[in-house]
């Protein structure tokens, strides 16, 4: 084709994209149904997790729980499996009425399940282990949740280098493993999604955690380059969402601060909003989701605005320095249970 009369054709999509992307601002699109398919979220535990998990167990999805917390994974398992107990008593009532009112009864065939597995994510071969485990025990993952995270909460510094290689395994290496382990058998059927739980953080930094910052920009890298090679490989049965939340209330960052000005009009999220929004982005399937939409924004200006001004209008938010209260208070419950064990 004339490279001419290529780009007028690619002008034209790229139009069309905002064309459509504007419409399902207006007309919301029908969500997809999950029933019945295996979803594995990691850091299932606690936090969004524990959330995510229990929104596609209200969805009828087999649920495959991951996380380094027995005792907490299977605290979730036992709510997950109350759902599903509501689920069945829901259809075998509504199926007594249908026969009452002599209509044909339909019961969902679905055999509603949850698996838990104890697995350090920062640990590659704990990894795949336990993915083969899945695969055999369960069957074919469809949904793949990489949610598991964590904060050492110091300055750099200050951080132990284990401490480091910490964050960057869960956070972000993990990702290449659990994508490696399960990816295979989406390519075979051409069907899947891949949902990778990032951060706004991810999108733009600010001080004082260098090391989470980093993990979350390579989680963000990772995602956008798969996703380009599904696109390239031509496997558009296989979705991928980004979920970059602003800071989430679920004690992750516990006194974490803004200027006090600014708090009210942008205040931590609550969880079940974050994981709401969230939720309704990967099933209709999505690209990206950034709560609140002001992190679009916000994105956009870092990428635009000289860095100097970047810093005066962190500085004018109080966002420059709004993690230190944070690292201040990992600081003092670190010396407190040092000196509570007689470090």
């Given amino acids: 084709m004339n490279i001419l009369l290529e780009f007028f054709v690619v002008t034209f999509k790229v139009l069309w994209a905002f064309v459509l992307a ?20 990691t850091g299932a535990g606690s936090g969004l997790g524990r959330l995510f998990a229990l929104e596609f167990a209200r969805r009828r999805a087999l649920l495959v729980l991951w996380d380094i917390n027995t005792q907490s994974n299977e ?41 838990t ?32 995270g964590v904060v050492s ?8 280098d284990e401490l480091i290689e910490r964050t960057m395994m869960v956070n972000c290496h993990a990702h290449f493993w659990t994508t490696k382990a399960f990816l295979p058998k989406m390519l075979e059927m051409n069907h899947g999604h891949i949902v990778t739980v990032a951060s706004s ?14 993990s979350k ?3 963000v890298g990772f995602h956008e380059s798969l996703s380009h090679e599904l696109k390239a490989a031509d496997k558009d049965g296989i979705k991928t969402t980004l979920v970059c939340p602003y800071l989430v209330d679920t004690g992750m960052f516990r006194g974490c601060r803004i200027r006090k000005e600014i708090e009210p009009f942008l205040p ?32 956009f200006m870092k990428s635009i605005l000289p860095f100097e001004a970047v810093v005066c209008m962190y500085r004018f938010l109080g966002a420059d320095k709004c993690m230190y209260p944070f690292i201040a ?12 064990n007689g470090i």
């Fill in 22 to 41: 504007a419409a399902k601002w207006l007309v919301r699109p029908k969500e997809k149904s999950v029933a019945g398919q295996v979803c594995l979220i």
């Fill in 75 to 115: 605290e979730t398992a036992g709510m997950v499996r109350h759902i599903y107990r509501e689920i069945t008593e829901e259809a075998a009532a509504a199926a007594q009425r249908a026969a009452g009112n002599g209509e044909e009864e339909v019961l969902p065939h679905c055999n509603l399940q949850v698996y």
């Fill in 117 to 148: 597995y104890t697995c350090d994510v920062s640990k590659r071969e704990n990894v795949y282990l336990t993915a083969e485990r899945v695969c055999k025990e369960v069957g074919k993952v469809s949904v793949l949740v990489n949610n598991a």
């Fill in 153 to 160: 909460g110091h300055h750099l510094l200050e951080c132990p």
């Fill in 201 to 214: 953080l991810g999108l733009f930094s600010t001080a004082g955690v260098e090391d989470y910052c980093a």
């Fill in 217 to 219: 920009f390579g989680a």
């Fill in 268 to 299: 931590p999220l609550k969880p079940d909003y974050c994981v709401k929004q969230a939720m309704r982005a990967i099933l209709t399937d999505q690209p990206m989701i950034c709560t609140p939409r002001l992190m679009y924004m916000v994105t």
């Fill in 329 to 340: 208070q990992r600081k003092q419950a670190t010396n407190n249970n040092e000196a509570k």
